[in-house]
C-alpha cells in the first residue's frame, strides 16, 4: 500500500470530475447528505453546483496519531438540515470509500431516521478503494492498491492556534 498526496488543486479537480459523472448519468436528487467531516468540502461544492440542500451528518471511524487507526463507527444521533424533512431522492456524498463500513451502515441509518419514505439512495465519492465492500454509484478515481490518501486539509490536524498565529505573522 502506497501513500497518495493530493494537493487543494488536484482536491477541487476531483469533486469536479465526480459532479460531471453524476451529470452525465442522468439521475436526478432533491437532497445531498454528507458524511461529516471527510465528506463535508465534496458535499458543499455539490450542493453549490446542483442547487439542491445540503443535509449533514457527522460520523467517525478513525482515530490515534495521523488519524489512520479505524475504530468503531459512531454516527451522530441527529442529521442537521434546514428543511423539515429529507428529499425522496439522496445523493449521500463522502471522500472516499475505504473499508465501506460507514456508507453501509449510514445508508438504512438514513431510512430509520427519515419521517418520510425515501424513494431512492445512491452513493458518491471521491476515490473507490479496491478494499471497500461497498461499490459507489459514483467515484471520481478507483484505487486498485488501496493508498493512504493525504488530503489538503489534514495540515490542519497538526497545527495549534499559537503555531498559525506564529507562522501567520512570519508572512506579514
Not at 436526478?28 to 465528506?39: D, S, Y
Not at 471522500?95 to 452513493?123: A, F, K, M, N
Request: charged letters at 20%; aromatic letters at 10%.
Amino acid at each position: 500500500m502506497s501513500d497518495l498526496y493530493i494537493s487543494w488543486s488536484d482536491y477541487h479537480h476531483k469533486i469536479e470530475q465526480l459532479a460531471i459523472k453524476i451529470y452525465q448519468s442522468g439521475w436526478e436528487f432533491n437532497q445531498i447528505v454528507c458524511l461529516a467531516r471527510g465528506g463535508l468540502r465534496v458535499g458543499d461544492i455539490l450542493s453549490r453546483i446542483y442547487n439542491q440542500p445540503l443535509a449533514i451528518l457527522a460520523t467517525s471511524s478513525y482515530n490515534g496519531a495521523g488519524k489512520q487507526d479505524r475504530a468503531g463507527l459512531i454516527v451522530s444521533q441527529h442529521l442537521t438540515m434546514t428543511g423539515d424533512k429529507l428529499g425522496a431522492r439522496i445523493l449521500l456524498v463522502d471522500d472516499l470509500v475505504d473499508s465501506g463500513i460507514t456508507i453501509q451502515q449510514t445508508v438504512p441509518w438514513l431510512h430509520s431516521y427519515s419521517q418520510s419514505p425515501i424513494e431512492e439512495i445512491r452513493t458518491a465519492v471521491i476515490w473507490y478503494k479496491a478494499c471497500s465492500v461497498v461499490v459507489p454509484h459514483y467515484y471520481a478515481d478507483y484505487l486498485a492498491d488501496n493508498p493512504w490518501i493525504h488530503q489538503p486539509f489534514e495540515d490542519y490536524e497538526h497545527i495549534t492556534p499559537a503555531e498559525l498565529a506564529e507562522k501567520m505573522s512570519q508572512k506579514c
